[in-house]
C-alpha cells in the first residue's frame, strides 16, 4: 500500500488511508517544527515560566505548582491515571486513525513533545502495532489517548501484527526502549481531538462508501418495483438546487438507463411512494451534510488541538492556555451525519417492506419462492425495522449531553468523541439495513426474469451479490444471507457496468 505523506496537515482522506494500513511518512518540515516546539517546552522548564501540565497538576489542580524534579513523575502519572476506559476494545483501524491524527496534532509545531515521542507513534503505525484501546471512557479525548499512551512508557498491552503482547514487549519487538517521558508530554499525548478526529475520519470513510451503495441498491429495489422515473428527470431534480440531489439524480439515471422492466412500468401510476420518490432527496441531503461534516473534520486536522500550546522561541518562549481541545463543531458535525445516515436507513426499511409486502409490490409474499411453507424475508424486514428504530435512539445528539468533570474547572463538555462512536456505531446498523434491501431487491429481481430485461447498470449490481448468496428458498439461515451481502458492500464501492 502507498504511503500517506505528513507535511503542513492531513485531511480527512489521508488520515482514513492510514487506518486502512498506509504507511506513514512525515516530512523534514514537519520533524523540524516538532524539534522546534520541543526546544521551547525545554526553555520554559529552565527558566521556570509557569506552563499548565508542565510544571503545574492538571484539571482542577492546575494551580498547583510541581517542581521541577517531579515533572518527568507527573507525565508519567498523567498516563496511567487517565488511562481508565472500560468496555470492548476499539477496532485496530480506529486506533490507527487516532494515532495518525495525534502525529498530526503535534507536527503543527506548537505541542512540545520530543521526536522519540512521535517516532515511536509512527512506528506503532509503519510496524502494526495497536495499542489495546477500551472503546467506552471518554467525555471528551483523554481515556482513549492514555491507553494509546501506555505503551509508549511500556505500560498496557496491544496487539502486535495481530498476536497480544504487552506494552513492555511491543516496545522490545520494535527495538525502542520504553519512553521516560519529560515535561508536557503526558499531557500532551492524552490531550487534543485526534480521538474524534481519528475516528471521524473512519467514520467518514465508510460513509461515503455506504452512500454510494444506498444509491446503488436504490436503483435496483425502483427497477424491481416499476417505479416512474419522470421523477428523476434532471429538469426536475434542477428546481431544488442541491448538489446532493443532482448527484443522486444522475446515480439514478445512469443505473436504470435502458432497463426493460421500468419501461414495461411506465405510467402504471401517477406517482410513486415517497420512499421511492424522494430518494434523490433524502440520499442527497446526506450528501450535502458529508460534504460539510468532511470540510469540519479537515478544519480539525489543520487546528493546533493541544492545550497549552507553546510558541515563540528557546530565546522567547510562549506558552498560551486556551481551549482548542474543546471541539463543539466537530461534535455537531458528527452528530448532524449520524442525523443524516439515520434518515436513509430509515427510508431504506421502508423500501424492504414495500419489496416484502404483497398489497403494494407485485411480488410474491415476502419474496417467498413457496408461500406459505417459506416465510421469505418477511422476518429481514423485521431485523430492518430493529435496527432503524436503534438508529433513532442513536440520532439524540452527544453534543447536547453536557456534564461536569474536574472539581468544576471543566464544567463544559461537548462529547466530540461520543458523538464519534454513535456515528460508527449507527453505521454498523446503516450498512446492515441497505445489505438487507440490497438481499431483498435482487431476490424480486428473480420474479422479474419473464417480464423484461433489467438495466446493464442495474444488473451488474444483481450479479455482484448473486456471485455470494443464491436465491433464497428457505433453506438455510437467511441471517448468514445478509451479513454476507453486507460484508460485499464493506468490500469495496459498487460495480458499475463496463
Same mark, same amino acid.
Given at each position: 500500500?502507498?504511503?500517506?505523506?505528513?507535511?503542513?496537515?492531513?485531511?480527512?482522506?489521508?488520515?482514513?488511508?492510514?487506518?486502512?494500513?498506509?504507511?506513514?511518512?512525515?516530512?523534514?518540515?514537519?520533524?523540524?517544527?516538532?524539534?522546534?516546539?520541543?526546544?521551547?517546552?525545554?526553555?520554559?522548564?529552565?527558566?521556570?515560566?509557569?506552563?499548565?501540565?508542565?510544571?503545574?497538576?492538571?484539571?482542577?489542580?492546575?494551580?498547583?505548582?510541581?517542581?521541577?524534579?517531579?515533572?518527568?513523575?507527573?507525565?508519567?502519572?498523567?498516563?496511567?491515571?487517565?488511562?481508565?476506559?472500560?468496555?470492548?476494545?476499539?477496532?485496530?483501524?480506529?486506533?490507527?486513525?487516532?494515532?495518525?491524527?495525534?502525529?498530526?496534532?503535534?507536527?503543527?509545531?506548537?505541542?512540545?513533545?520530543?521526536?522519540?515521542?512521535?517516532?515511536?507513534?509512527?512506528?506503532?503505525?509503519?510496524?502494526?502495532?495497536?495499542?489495546?484501546?477500551?472503546?467506552?471512557?471518554?467525555?471528551?479525548?483523554?481515556?482513549?489517548?492514555?491507553?494509546? $499512551? !501506555?505503551? /509508549?512508557?511500556?505500560?498496557?498491552? *496491544? %496487539?502486535?501484527? #495481530? &498476536?497480544? =503482547?504487552?506494552?513492555?514487549? @511491543?516496545?522490545?519487538?520494535?527495538?525502542?526502549?520504553?519512553?521516560?517521558?519529560?515535561?508536557?508530554?503526558?499531557?500532551?499525548?492524552?490531550?487534543?481531538?485526534?480521538?474524534?478526529?481519528?475516528?471521524?475520519?473512519?467514520?467518514?470513510?465508510?460513509?461515503?462508501?455506504?452512500?454510494?451503495?444506498?444509491?446503488?441498491?436504490?436503483?435496483?429495489?425502483?427497477?424491481?418495483?416499476?417505479?416512474?422515473?419522470?421523477?428523476?428527470?434532471?429538469?426536475?431534480?434542477?428546481?431544488?438546487?442541491?448538489?446532493?440531489?443532482?448527484?443522486?439524480?444522475?446515480?439514478?439515471?445512469?443505473?436504470?438507463?435502458?432497463?426493460?422492466?421500468?419501461?414495461?412500468?411506465?405510467?402504471?401510476?401517477?406517482?410513486? $411512494? !415517497?420512499? /421511492?420518490?424522494?430518494?434523490?432527496? *433524502? %440520499?442527497?441531503? #446526506? &450528501?450535502? =451534510?458529508?460534504?460539510?461534516? @468532511?470540510?469540519?473534520?479537515?478544519?480539525?486536522?489543520?487546528?493546533?488541538?493541544?492545550?497549552?500550546?507553546?510558541?515563540?522561541?528557546?530565546?522567547?518562549?510562549?506558552?498560551?492556555?486556551?481551549?482548542?481541545?474543546?471541539?463543539?463543531?466537530?461534535?455537531?458535525?458528527?452528530?448532524?451525519?449520524?442525523?443524516?445516515?439515520?434518515?436513509?436507513?430509515?427510508?431504506?426499511?421502508?423500501?424492504?417492506?414495500?419489496?416484502?409486502?404483497?398489497?403494494?409490490?407485485?411480488?410474491?409474499?415476502?419474496?417467498?419462492?413457496?408461500?406459505?411453507?417459506?416465510?421469505?424475508?418477511?422476518?429481514?424486514?423485521?431485523?430492518?425495522?430493529?435496527?432503524?428504530?436503534?438508529?433513532?435512539?442513536?440520532?439524540?445528539?452527544?453534543? /447536547?449531553?453536557?456534564?461536569?468533570?474536574?472539581?468544576?474547572?471543566?464544567?463544559?463538555?461537548?462529547?466530540?468523541?461520543?458523538?464519534?462512536?454513535?456515528?460508527?456505531?449507527?453505521?454498523?446498523?446503516?450498512?446492515?439495513?441497505?445489505?438487507?434491501?440490497?438481499?431483498?431487491?435482487?431476490?424480486?429481481?428473480?420474479?422479474?426474469?419473464?417480464?423484461?430485461?433489467?438495466?446493464?447498470?442495474?444488473?451488474?449490481?444483481?450479479?455482484?451479490?448473486?456471485?455470494?448468496?443464491?436465491?433464497?428458498?428457505?433453506?438455510?439461515?437467511?441471517?448468514?444471507?445478509?451479513?454476507?451481502?453486507?460484508?460485499?458492500?464493506?468490500?469495496?464501492?459498487?460495480?458499475?457496468?463496463?
Amino acid at each position: 500500500m502507498h504511503s500517506v505523506i505528513l507535511d503542513r496537515a492531513l485531511d480527512w482522506r489521508g488520515v482514513a488511508a492510514v487506518a486502512d494500513g498506509a504507511k506513514l511518512a512525515i516530512s523534514d518540515a514537519a520533524w523540524s517544527r516538532i524539534d522546534r516546539a520541543s526546544r521551547i517546552v525545554s526553555a520554559i522548564v529552565e527558566n521556570g515560566v509557569r506552563a499548565y501540565g508542565v510544571n503545574t497538576g492538571v484539571g482542577a489542580l492546575a494551580d498547583t505548582v510541581v517542581d521541577r524534579p517531579s515533572q518527568s513523575r507527573l507525565s508519567r502519572n498523567i498516563v496511567l491515571s487517565h488511562a481508565c476506559g472500560i468496555g470492548p476494545l476499539l477496532a485496530p483501524r480506529e486506533v490507527r486513525a487516532i494515532i495518525t491524527a495525534q502525529i498530526g496534532n503535534f507536527a503543527h509545531g506548537h505541542s512540545g513533545v520530543r521526536r522519540e515521542v512521535v517516532a515511536a507513534l509512527q512506528a506503532f503505525l509503519n510496524e502494526d502495532c495497536i495499542p489495546d484501546v477500551s472503546s467506552k471512557g471518554s467525555a471528551g479525548y483523554l481515556t482513549h489517548n492514555a491507553h494509546i $499512551a !501506555l505503551v /509508549l512508557i511500556g505500560e498496557g498491552s *496491544a %496487539h502486535l501484527k #495481530g &498476536r497480544r =503482547v504487552t506494552g513492555a514487549q @511491543a516496545m522490545a519487538s520494535l527495538g525502542i526502549a520504553p519512553l521516560v517521558l519529560q515535561a508536557k508530554e503526558g499531557l500532551s499525548l492524552v490531550n487534543g481531538t485526534a480521538c474524534a478526529m481519528g475516528l471521524g475520519s473512519v467514520a467518514l470513510a465508510r460513509a461515503e462508501r455506504l452512500l454510494d451503495w444506498a444509491d446503488a441498491t436504490a436503483a435496483v429495489t425502483l427497477e424491481a418495483l416499476g417505479c416512474q422515473m419522470a421523477a428523476f428527470d434532471a429538469e426536475v431534480l434542477a428546481l431544488r438546487p442541491s448538489k446532493g440531489i443532482q448527484t443522486v439524480g444522475h446515480s439514478l439515471r445512469q443505473r436504470l438507463a435502458g432497463s426493460g422492466l421500468i419501461e414495461a412500468a411506465k405510467g402504471a401510476r401517477t406517482q410513486d $411512494a !415517497l420512499s /421511492l420518490r424522494a430518494i434523490p432527496h *433524502a %440520499h442527497g441531503a #446526506g &450528501r450535502d =451534510v458529508f460534504d460539510t461534516v @468532511a470540510s469540519v473534520v479537515d478544519q480539525e486536522l489543520a487546528s493546533v488541538t493541544d492545550n497549552p500550546a507553546v510558541s515563540g522561541t528557546p530565546d522567547a518562549p510562549v506558552v498560551s492556555s486556551e481551549a482548542h481541545a474543546v471541539a463543539p463543531a466537530l461534535a455537531q458535525a458528527l452528530d448532524s451525519l449520524t442525523i443524516a445516515l439515520a434518515q436513509i436507513a430509515l427510508m431504506s426499511e421502508r423500501r424492504i417492506d414495500r419489496l416484502v409486502n404483497p398489497l403494494v409490490s407485485g411480488l410474491p409474499a415476502f419474496l417467498a419462492v413457496d408461500p406459505g411453507a417459506g416465510s421469505g424475508f418477511m422476518i429481514a424486514q423485521y431485523t430492518a425495522a430493529a435496527l432503524s428504530a436503534e438508529n433513532r435512539r442513536l440520532g439524540a445528539p452527544a453534543s /447536547l449531553d453536557g456534564g461536569i468533570t474536574s472539581a468544576l474547572q471543566e464544567d463544559f463538555l461537548s462529547h466530540q468523541t461520543g458523538a464519534a462512536n454513535k456515528a460508527l456505531a449507527l453505521l454498523d446498523n446503516a450498512e446492515q439495513i441497505v445489505a438487507i434491501e440490497l438481499a431483498a431487491a435482487v431476490q424480486a429481481q428473480d420474479f422479474k426474469g419473464d417480464v423484461a430485461a433489467r438495466a446493464v447498470g442495474t444488473d451488474v449490481i444483481y450479479r455482484h451479490v448473486r456471485a455470494v448468496v443464491p436465491t433464497y428458498g428457505d433453506d438455510r439461515p437467511l441471517g448468514w444471507d445478509l451479513e454476507t451481502v453486507r460484508d460485499r458492500m464493506r468490500s469495496g464501492p459498487p460495480p458499475v457496468a463496463a
